[in-house]
């Protein structure tokens, strides 16, 4: 009797496989010199290094470092809608001063943005319209958080610090 003929059936190649990818990958950096900067960059390990060192023992690249630890320490304490809520109301007063600038170069002409305005209360207030100024109450609820921070702010500034991590986790640090 014949023996029966076992045959498994190839699935047919629907595209490259990994090491066909993986060769292509490596003729892409070839030819974008990426494998050429790559063997520079570890031929020249110890002279990059004293380099790279080198430019960060400055004194410059120290205190940017640290500054921009401070920032991100700074800013990891704000929640996120906070810190949008403040940058949002920034960028709309930013938008306001340049709304008001130009009107005033215009001539107070109204800009389209901006509602037609009063000419009595673009003109200089004098005497009676500061006095009016101290009993309007709109005006100071705009003001009152500027003040507030303007004080924040102030006092901040008198405050000493050693050193900013000190300031910000109430851990003493180490050394001189």
Do not use: C
């Not at 490596?26 to 050429?36: F, I, S």
């Not at 991100?72 to 709304?99: C, D, H, K």
């Amino acid at each position: 009797m014949a023996e029966r003929i076992s045959h498994d059936v190839t699935p047919p190649k629907i595209g490259p496989d990994a090491q066909e990818e993986l060769d292509r990958l490596v003729q892409t950096l070839h030819e974008h010199g990426v494998l050429r900067f790559a063997n520079d960059v570890v031929a020249s390990n110890q002279e990059l290094l004293r380099i790279l060192v080198g430019g960060l023992n400055k004194q410059g690249s120290l205190n940017a470092i640290q500054n921009l630890s401070v920032i991100a320490m700074t800013l990891s304490a704000l929640p996120p809608e906070r810190f949008y809520q403040v940058m949002s109301a920034l960028g709309e007063g930013i938008e306001q001063v340049g709304n008001h600038r130009h009107d005033e170069a215009q001539g107070h002409a109204p800009s389209a943005r901006s509602p037609q305005k009063d000419p009595e209360k673009d003109s200089a207030p004098g005497i009676t319209g500061l006095y009016r100024m101290l009993h309007d109450d709109e005006l100071w609820y705009a003001i009152k958080p500027i003040l507030a921070g303007l004080r924040a702010f102030s006092e901040r500034l008198d405050r000493p610090v050693d050193k900013p991590v000190t300031d910000v986790t109430g851990k003493p640090t180490e050394g001189p």
